[in-house]
């Protein structure tokens, strides 16, 4: 009979889903906040788009437009940022936990304690079981490309699913933009009613989705760079990082250093964005795992 590999076994634990409903509910904390900006930013675009030119109201509009943008950048970043710094630890944790490193007390800080997590779980509202199998496990794959191949896969599968949501949050503000232009050019407006009237208050909007656009494209641009080093890895039997176990933990160490300060920049995406995608997602990994079992099989 085999035995159950060690970071499947580890990934379906207590103290592993625990972890995870806990990361659950700090990122969901996260996505409230930048949800409720992204609303009022929408709010405010289409009041100032309703009061046209010449309305009385016009002039109270455009002010709060500009006063939102500096309550998002001065107060609802901040906060949706302390949310995200713990989401990036909680996740952390699990990480290190799960795959055997240690922990980068420089890097990261102090863990969590046990008793916010267990805190933080609680307040878990979603369906455990897609929490389980967090990873796709590489079971049959001997030492280390079972480990190697869950770097590989959040390196992978994170910059798939940010670059399709950077190419939205950028088709969100050309298309804003260009209607802004077309709609003045239809009713022959002045290119100061262009500003005034359409693009001063929605620039909380614009501002953010191109703060997101940049962001999310940075975080995939290293990501894709992290994962070409891990690839040559697995891809090179004679790698030096292969060569002995301390250069392994070494390197994997410093992917996951990676990973932990590109998840403190950018939160997680909205659950819907990231479903949508994920059975088309996770067989290319699929294919990808059955691969590296069939190259390097357990002996």
């Known amino acids: 009979m085999t035995s159950i590999h060690p970071i499947t076994n580890r ?42 030119p010449g309305s009385q109201y ?18 609802m970043a901040p906060w949706a940022e302390r949310y995200l710094r713990s989401a990036a630890t909680l996740q952390e944790m699990f990480d290190a936990d799960l795959l055997g490193l240690p922990w980068n007390r420089v890097a990261v800080g102090d863990r969590i304690s046990e008793d916010e997590v267990s805190r933080l779980s609680r307040r878990f509202r979603g369906d455990e079981n897609r929490l389980r199998g967090y990873y796709l496990v590489a079971e049959t794959a001997a030492p280390p490309y079972d480990l190697l191949f869950c770097l590989e896969q ?6 798939r699913i940010r670059l399709r949501f950077s190419q939205v949050m950028l088709g969100t503000l050309v298309l804003w933009s260009i209607t802004g232009v077309l709609i003045t050019l239809a009713i022959g407006a002045t290119v100061s009613t262009l500003i005034t009237g359409w693009f001063v208050p929605s620039l909380a909007l614009l501002v953010l989705c191109l703060e997101m656009y940049r962001t999310q494209m940075a975080s995939t641009r290293e990501r894709l760079r992290v994962l070409g080093l891990v690839r040559v890895a697995i891809e090179e039997p004679s790698s030096p990082v292969l060569a002995t176990s301390a250069s392994l933990t070494l ?24 479903q949508r995608h994920h059975d088309r997602d996770k067989a290319d990994f699929q294919v990808r795992m059955q691969l590296l079992e069939g190259r390097f099989p357990r002996s």
């Not at 806990?22 to 309703?50: D, E, M, P």
């Not at 709060?64 to 943008?69: D, E, N, Q, T, Y």
């Not at 590109?262 to 939160?267: A, C, I, N, V």
């Open 251 to 274: 390197f994997a160490r410093q992917v996951q250093d990676t990973l932990f300060h590109m998840r403190r920049l950018q939160p997680r995406l909205p659950t819907w964005f990231f």
């Open 154 to 159: 959040n390196l992978a599968w994170g910059s």
């Open 11 to 52: 990934q379906d634990s207590v103290e592993a889903i625990r972890l995870l409903k806990a990361v659950a509910v700090t990122h969901l904390y996260n996505q409230r906040t930048q949800a409720l900006s992204f609303t009022i930013s929408i709010v405010l675009a289409v009041a100032g788009l309703l009061t046209g």
């Open 58 to 75: 016009g002039p109270a509009v455009v002010l709060i437009g500009a006063l939102w943008v500096a309550v998002y950048k001065g107060v």
